[in-house]
């Protein structure tokens, strides 16, 4: 049985192709159950922090790893956390359509590189996202069965607090952030599901829920 997988704007769709003519002992295969998913909230909010953590229980998951024109914070690594690029090499991919999805934000450009992503989910594996809410729509439009969650702050204070104490960005960076917090949590009801990160451990168990369907 040969089974060829392709993405098209509607999903991933499998042919199985029967590489033998026997009707008495032709069994299809399941195909395989990629899923795109999709973590937006403001920044600071502690997305990072759960897609770790989701990392760390279910390492089969998969992350996208963004590319970024802002500079790397102390630790980051080049690959890992981001693609870190210059703002014309950025550009030479936009033009190339080498992202899914890319937005300015904060000054910054951000975007999906798009292959990886596409074969990932070809495969069957189960894709995350980070991303802001420019992205996030956009996604939805080259993949509307893309799942979407927005991650909620369970207080103003307490994302501004959590901002601040991460300790990793400039004064004026800060003040963007919280800017951009209110639209972003303004457009939270067009998201699938909301979900609260008041105690990390609640707010894992219910995208562990979402995602796998386990609790
Ligand atoms: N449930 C939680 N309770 C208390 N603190 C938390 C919680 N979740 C995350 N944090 C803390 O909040 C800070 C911001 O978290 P994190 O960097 O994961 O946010 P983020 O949404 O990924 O931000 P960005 O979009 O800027 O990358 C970190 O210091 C993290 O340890
Ligand atoms: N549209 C996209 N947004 C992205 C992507 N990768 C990360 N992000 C979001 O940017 C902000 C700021 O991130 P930071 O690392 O500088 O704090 C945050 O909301 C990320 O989720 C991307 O590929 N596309």
């Known amino acids: 049985m040969r089974q060829n997988n392709t993405l098209t704007k509607e999903g991933v769709t ?13 069994t299809l295969d399941p195909p395989p159950q990629g899923k795109l998913i999709v973590l937006t909230g403001p920044s600071g ?51 190339a359509g080498e992202f899914l999805e890319w937005a300015e934000y904060a000054g910054n450009l951000y975007g999906t590189p798009r292959q990886n992503v596409e074969q990932q989910i070809a495969r069957g594996q189960i894709v995350l996202l980070e991303i802001e809410l420019v992205g ?43 800017r951009h917090a209110e639209g972003e949590i303004a457009a939270s009801h067009e998201f699938d599901l909301q979900v609260v990160n008041d105690t990390l451990e609640s707010a894992l168990a219910k995208l562990e829920t979402a995602i796998l369907g386990q609790g």
């Open 45 to 95: 909010v502690g997305k990072g922090t759960l897609v770790k953590a989701l990392l760390e229980r279910h390492p089969d998951l998969h992350l996208s790893v963004s590319a970024t024109t802002r500079q790397p914070r102390p630790g980051e690594v080049d690959g890992k956390h981001y693609f870190f690029l210059e703002r014309h090499h950025f550009q030479q991919m936009v033009a």
């Open 136 to 178: 996030a729509r956009l996604i939805q439009q080259t993949f509307p069965k893309a799942f979407r969650i927005f991650i909620l702050p369970p207080s103003s204070a307490e994302l501004e607090r959590r901002l601040r104490d991460r300790g990793q960005d400039s004064e004026e960076a800060i003040l963007k952030r919280l």
């Open 14 to 26: 499998s042919q199985l192709t029967p590489s033998f003519e026997h009707p008495a002992t032709l």
